[in-house]
Nanobody
């Protein structure tokens, strides 16, 4: 079984920065993608940023230029550096991992970490 554990959330003022971390443990192999999603109150969960095997990254349009995803799929770790935070970034942030598998890939989620941007 795989577990994802996030850390680094908290309360920050507009314009501030936070760094989220996620580490996977358990049966970790053949990781395809790791990344971050978020869910604000009353809204659907949405993609924030991902990093794939090989290092290619993908960002939601609303975080481009402000957030940076990094990590090491071989070590099953992923980070999200969040700069220039705005109140609209307030949400629960979830770590996400996809493993190659047969007959279908396996998808895992962390428990979530709260990020609140407020003055």
């Amino acid at each position: 079984q795989v577990q994802l554990v996030e850390s680094g959330g908290g309360l920050v003022q507009p314009g501030g920065s936070l760094r989220l971390s996620c580490a996977a443990s358990g049966s970790i192999f053949n990781i395809n993608v790791m990344g971050w999603y978020r869910q604000a109150p009353g809204k659907q969960r949405e993609l924030v940023a991902t990093i794939a095997r090989g290092g290619s990254t993908n960002y939601a349009h609303f975080v481009k230029g402000r957030f940076t995803v990094s990590g090491d799929n071989a070590k099953a770790t992923v980070y999200l550096q969040m700069n220039s935070l705005i109140p609209e970034d307030t949400a629960v942030y979830y770590c996400h991992m996809v493993q190659f598998g047969s007959p279908a890939p396996s998808v895992y989620w962390g428990q979530g970490t709260q990020v609140t941007v407020s003055s």
